[in-house]
């Protein structure tokens, strides 16, 4: 149980473009979903966090307009990497909380998403 | 603020043998929950294992064990009998829970098992 994907797994785009990565929890209800970035050999940097039906919330230092979240459902959240640059490529990293019971304050990893932005 | 260390950037262990990874953190919380997750070279990170500050008892799940003292904020992973496919950067990370649940993170320590 508590299957978290991530489509697609690795996306090489065109500076300028835009690129949609899917979040998806398979086998439980998410009213919670985190996106987050990490750069090689370094630790997780929560990007938003969103709450499905709701608008999302971001970190300190993150554009809004450039990293849109959707969080239509309780089984699935998007981000949108508008207007890509070569400095966004990076590991991206969705994450999705049960919505209740013992396990609800537990966090579930997709497997994370390769963006290259030439 | 909420803060989470781990003072081992790379450990190694030979298979077979015991290894104890260190987590300490910080916080003004009564209740919260702790973390260990993996991160093999595939890069999906994994649910080790899971602790509530309410419980006493150390979680453990078959060769991870974890040593709660949390008088000390201190919050060690011990894994036994160590294999091949433990090899992976491991993260200790902290929660107080509620509406935004956010985890806080270690830096990591990267755990090498030699065969």
């Known amino acids: 149980g508590a299957v978290v994907s991530q489509h697609p797994s690795w996306v090489i785009c065109k500076s300028g473009t835009s690129v949609k990565i899917e979040c998806r929890s398979l086998d439980f209800q998410a009213t919670t979903m985190f996106w987050y970035r990490q750069f090689p050999k370094q630790s997780l940097m929560l990007m938003a966090t969103s709450n499905e039906g709701s608008k999302a919330t971001y970190e300190q230092g993150v554009e809004k307009d450039k990293f849109l979240i959707n969080h239509a459902s309780l089984t699935l959240s998007t981000l949108t990497v508008t207007s890509a640059h070569p400095e966004d490529s990076s590991f991206y990293i969705c994450?999705?909380?049960?919505?209740?019971?013992?396990?609800?304050?537990?966090?579930?990893f997709g497997p994370g998403t390769r963006l290259l932005v030439l | 603020a909420q803060t989470v260390t781990q003072s081992q950037p790379e450990m190694s262990v030979q298979e077979a043998e015991t290894v104890t990874l260190s987590c300490t953190y910080d916080?003004?919380?009564?209740?919260?929950?702790l973390f260990w997750y993996k991160q093999p070279p595939s890069r999906q990170m994994i649910l080790v294992i899971r602790q509530e500050a309410y419980k006493q008892q150390n979680a453990t799940e078959n060769r991870f064990s974890v040593n709660f003292q949390k008088a000390a904020k201190s919050f060690s992973l011990k894994i036994s009998d160590s294999q091949l496919g433990d090899t992976a950067m491991y993260f200790c990370?902290?929660?107080?829970?509620?509406?935004?649940?956010?985890?806080?993170f270690g830096t990591g320590t990267l755990l090498a098992v030699q065969p």
């Open positions: 916080t003004s919380e009564s209740n919260y929950y």
């Open positions: 994450s999705a909380r049960s919505t209740s019971g013992a396990e609800g304050e537990t966090q579930y």
């Open positions: 990370a902290f929660t107080a829970g509620g509406a935004t649940n956010k985890l806080i």
